[in-house]
C-alpha cells in the first residue's frame, strides 16, 4: 500500500544522532512542517537541528493527496460569522502566502509543480455555497459560482478558486532537505524542561536546545497543552487510476465524508471515504467500485490512506505549545489540508522565533479557547473507549483499540494511534508499540 508519490520518487537518507549535540532550535518530526521550518530558519541564519523518529516523510507527508490550496472546505463563512473579519482575513492571507512560497521554493525543485484551480463543491445544498462565495467576496477575494463542473456526476453548487496548484510532495521534500541538518531514526522519548535551556532525550544521547519545536503531526507531550482533547483523526483513502478521465481542476467535496480528485500525470488521483480513525467507513474496495460505474476500463496504479488530525474549530495549532512553555512549540491540527498549512505553520514559527509580527499568530494560538461543542464529542468517545473491556489497549492513555478490516491495523478511535496486527506502533501519538513481538 505504497502512495504514488513513493513509488516515483527517491528521498535522501541521513544518519542517526551519535553524540549528545546542542542547537539553537530542535525541531522534531521530519515531514513536510518540520522539513520547511528547518529550511527557512536556515534562510533566517538561525542555527536549527531536525530529528526523525524514522525516515523523512515516512509519516502523513507521504500519504497526502498534495493540493497546495487556501480553499479549505467551506471555511470562510464559518470564519466570519463566528470570528469576524479580521480572523478569515489572516486564514486567507496565512494560506495564500504559503501558496506563494511553494511557487518560490519549487522554481529549483523537479517537483512537477502544475498551477491547477481548486474547486470545492455541494451534492445537495446550493445555498451553503452561495453564502461561501458572499464571505470570499467580502474579504475581495474573487471565486467563482458555478453548477457545471468537469466531474462525472452532478452537483447542487460548486466554488473555483483560481490558480491553486499541486505538486510531488516527496521530490520537494528531496530537494529541501539535502542541505539541512536532519538525523533519522532518531526517536525523542521526552523533554526536560528548564530555564534558558530545553534537553530532548533521545535514549543513549541528549539534545539542548534554546527553543524546540514539535512537528510530529499528534503531538506526543500529554503535561501540557491539552492536545489529547482538543484533537482527533480521521482516515480517507486515496487510489491512482489509469484508463480514468483526466479532470479539469482539483475537486473536493465539502462533507467530511465525500470525494477528491485530481489528476497526476496521465493518472486520476480519486479519493474519499472519510471517517473518524477506529470507526467505519469506506476504504478502497468502495472507492474502487464506484469509480468503475464511471471509468469501466481503469487500472489501479496505487493505493493508499492519509489520517488528519482534527482540531475543535478546525483551524491548526500554531504557536506555542501552552502558556507555560514560552520555548517550545508546536505545529498541529492541520483538519486535511495539511500542505498549505505546513507552510503556514513554517512561516509562522520563523515569524515568532525572529520576534516578527504575524498577522496569524492570535488565530492559530494553540491556547485560544477551547469552549467547542466538538470538546464534548472528544471527551465523550473517550470515555467510553476507557471504559471498553478489551485487552488491547493503547499506550498513549489506555483507550481500547479496534480493528480497522480494510487495513489489517488496530486504530484508536481516541486519538489516532494505530498498530500492526503484532501491535508494532504505525501511527502517533503513541510513541510505542502496545506488544513487543518476542524474539525469533
Request: hydrophobic fraction near 40%; glycine fraction near 8%; aromatic fraction near 10%.
Amino acid at each position: 500500500m505504497e502512495s504514488i508519490w513513493k513509488k516515483t520518487a527517491a528521498l535522501p537518507q541521513f544518519p542517526t544522532l551519535e553524540e549528545s549535540v546542542h542547537t539553537d532550535v530542535l525541531i522534531i518530526g521530519g515531514g513536510l512542517s518540520g522539513l520547511l521550518t528547518a529550511y527557512l530558519l536556515k534562510e533566517a541564519g538561525i542555527r536549527c537541528l531536525l530529528v526523525e523518529a524514522g525516515r523523512i516523510c515516512s509519516g502523513t507527508t507521504h500519504n497526502t493527496t498534495a493540493k497546495i490550496t487556501s480553499q479549505h472546505g467551506l471555511i470562510y463563512h464559518k470564519l466570519l460569522r463566528q470570528g469576524g473579519r479580521e480572523r478569515a482575513a489572516a486564514y486567507l492571507s496565512a494560506n495564500q502566502q504559503a501558496l506563494a512560497e511553494y511557487r518560490r521554493l519549487a522554481e529549483g525543485i523537479d517537483c512537477a509543480f502544475t498551477q491547477a484551480d481548486n474547486v470545492v463543491y455541494s451534492l445537495d445544498d446550493r445555498e451553503k455555497v452561495l453564502r461561501e462565495a458572499e464571505a470570499l467576496a467580502e474579504l475581495g477575494f474573487s471565486a467563482e459560482y458555478t453548477e457545471q463542473t468537469g466531474l462525472p456526476f452532478a452537483v447542487a453548487a460548486a466554488l473555483r478558486f483560481p490558480q491553486q496548484a499541486h505538486f510531488q510532495p516527496l521530490q520537494f521534500a528531496a530537494g529541501i532537505a539535502q542541505h539541512l541538518r536532519i538525523y533519522e531514526n532518531t526517536p525523542v522519548h521526552g523533554i526536560k524542561l528548564g530555564q534558558g535551556s530545553m534537553t530532548a532525550d533521545c535514549g543513549r544521547v541528549k539534545i539542548s536546545a534554546e527553543n524546540i519545536i514539535i512537528a510530529t503531526h499528534f503531538p506526543f507531550i500529554n503535561r501540557r497543552g491539552g492536545y489529547f482533547l482538543k484533537m482527533y483523526q480521521m482516515r480517507s483513502y486515496l487510489l491512482a487510476l489509469k484508463n480514468a478521465a483526466p479532470v479539469d481542476a482539483m475537486y473536493v467535496d465539502e462533507a467530511d465524508d465525500g470525494l477528491t480528485f485530481r489528476n497526476y500525470g496521465d493518472m486520476l488521483l480519486f479519493g474519499g471515504g472519510g471517517h473518524r480513525t477506529g470507526k467505519q467507513g469506506m476504504a478502497w474496495d468502495e472507492l474502487e467500485a464506484i469509480a468503475r460505474g464511471w471509468y469501466p476500463q481503469l487500472e489501479v496504479a496505487a493505493r493508499w490512506a492519509n489520517q488528519d488530525c482534527i482540531t475543535l474549530d478546525r483551524i491548526p495549532y500554531i504557536g506555542r505549545y501552552s502558556p507555560a512553555t514560552p520555548q517550545l512549540f508546536v505545529a498541529t491540527g492541520y483538519n486535511c489540508w495539511g500542505i498549505s498549512n505546513s507552510m503556514a505553520a513554517a512561516l509562522l514559527l520563523r515569524d515568532l522565533l525572529l520576534g516578527r509580527e504575524n498577522a496569524a499568530a492570535q488565530l492559530f494560538d494553540p491556547a485560544r479557547s477551547i469552549l467547542k461543542p466538538q470538546l464534548l464529542v472528544n471527551a465523550a468517545e473517550s470515555t467510553l473507549n476507557l471504559l471498553t473491556p478489551t485487552t488491547r489497549r493503547c499506550p498513549h492513555l489506555g483507550c481500547a483499540l479496534k480493528w480497522n478490516e480494510a487495513e489489517q491495523s488496530w486504530d484508536c478511535p481516541c486519538h489516532g494511534s494505530r498498530f500492526t496486527k503484532a501491535g508494532k506502533l504505525i501511527n502517533n501519538p503513541a510513541n510505542h508499540d502496545w506488544y513487543k513481538a518476542p524474539r525469533a
